[in-house]
């Protein structure tokens, strides 16, 4: 099935740095989300993206959260400055279009802030 | 807020046998309910949805049901094989929006030779 691709793995840094998570979406798809699970914790949504714009976040986006997709290369999620509590697997998924449409995940990337 | 629950965090069953995972969800405006599998070291897979315009739908040896009254939906895995066992996520979203899959916590399921 369509392929969405994730990395780092896993991305080990300090608290404080930056950080950019990067996600290959399948070719076609035109929307773009980031769900977030902390180890034992349900997967929860962040962020959908949509035409260059966020369209919905949740109260977990905070402000050092940003998302981009500069001409079509990688869809991004920055983390400026991280935290303790960023520490989770990131989720990058991405769909065709309208409602009702599949989301195809990536594998995750383990992010650890020290 | 919106809560997806999954009742077993566990199930074992032998090769050959059906698998039941049951997931219960509270807000009545969902009507988009999909089953991602998720094996070792590997991203989610989709592997089956149903639409609140139905009770139920099958794909070969995976059957979803809907009891929208008691807002709680279930995946059955019918003549299990071992490459079944993974863990499987249920998720929840209302009209408009499956954008915002509400997930639950996952089970893993193990089925033995």
């Known amino acids: 099935g369509p392929k969405v691709l994730q990395i780092p793995s896993h991305q080990i840094i300090d608290m404080g740095q930056m950080v950019t998570l990067n996600c290959d979406p399948v070719?076609?798809?035109?929307?773009f989300y980031w769900y977030k699970q902390i180890l034992g914790q349900q997967m929860e949504f962040l962020v959908n993206?949509?035409?260059?714009?966020?369209?919905?976040k949740s109260k977990l986006f905070k402000d050092q959260f940003s998302v981009e997709r500069p001409d079509g290369s990688y869809f991004t999620l920055k983390i400026q400055p991280t935290a303790l509590e960023d520490s989770a697997v990131y989720f990058c998924?991405?769909?065709?279009?309208?409602?009702?449409?599949?989301?195809?995940f990536g594998s995750g990337t383990r992010l650890t802030v020290l | 807020g919106e809560k997806v629950e999954q009742h077993e965090s566990t199930l074992s069953v032998r090769e050959g046998d059906s698998a039941v995972i049951n997931c219960t969800y509270t807000?009545?405006?969902?009507?988009?309910f999909p089953w991602y599998k998720q094996e070792a070291g590997k991203g989610l897979h989709f592997v089956i949805d149903?639409?609140?315009?139905?009770d139920r739908k099958q794909s070969q040896r995976l059957i979803v049901l809907l009891d929208k009254k008691a807002k709680r939906f279930s995946l059955h895995i019918t003549a299990t094989q071992p490459e079944d066992s993974a863990i499987y996520f249920c998720?929840?979203?209302?009209?408009?929006?499956?954008?915002?899959?509400?997930f639950g916590l996952g089970t893993t399921l193990q089925v033995q030779p």
């Open positions: 998924a991405s769909s065709t279009g309208a409602s009702a449409e599949t989301l195809y």
């Open positions: 070719s076609n798809h035109l929307y």
């Open positions: 993206f949509y035409n260059g714009k966020v369209m919905e």
């Open positions: 807000d009545t405006a969902s009507s988009y």
């Open positions: 149903i639409r609140s315009n139905v």
């Open positions: 998720a929840a979203s209302t009209a408009g929006n499956t954008r915002k899959l509400i």
